[in-house]
Nanobody, 115 residues
């Protein structure tokens, strides 16, 4: 079974930066896509950024130019560098891994942007 684990969340002020990490472990797998989603209370989970095995990236319009997703294939680790954070970025951030076994979600990490 594949299990992604996130880390790096916390409390920051508007304009500051954070870097989230997600490392997947478990059975041998081939990751096709690794992505970040976020969710706030009472709202649906929304897509933030994704990176394919070939390195192509996709971003939600709300984070383009501020967030950068990257990955280390060997370690099955994906990062989300978040710059110029805004209060509306406050959410629980989840990592999703898509492999030959389907989708696997992490437990989430809280990001709070507040002065």
């Amino acid at each position: 079974q594949v299990q992604p684990v996130e880390s790096g969340g916390g409390l920051v002020e508007p304009g500051e930066s954070l870097r989230l990490s997600c490392t997947a472990s478990g059975v041998i797998f081939v990751s096709k896509v690794m992505a970040w989603y976020r969710q706030t209370p009472g709202k649906q989970r929304e897509f933030v950024a994704g990176i394919y095995s070939n390195g192509n990236t996709v971003y939600a319009d709300s984070v383009k130019g501020r967030f950068t997703i990257s990955r280390l294939h060997v370690q099955n680790t994906v990062y989300l560098q978040m710059n110029s954070l805004k209060p509306e970025d406050t959410a629980v951030y989840y990592c999703k891994l898509t492999s030959q076994y389907g989708d696997a979600w992490g437990q989430g990490t809280q990001v709070t942007v507040s002065s």
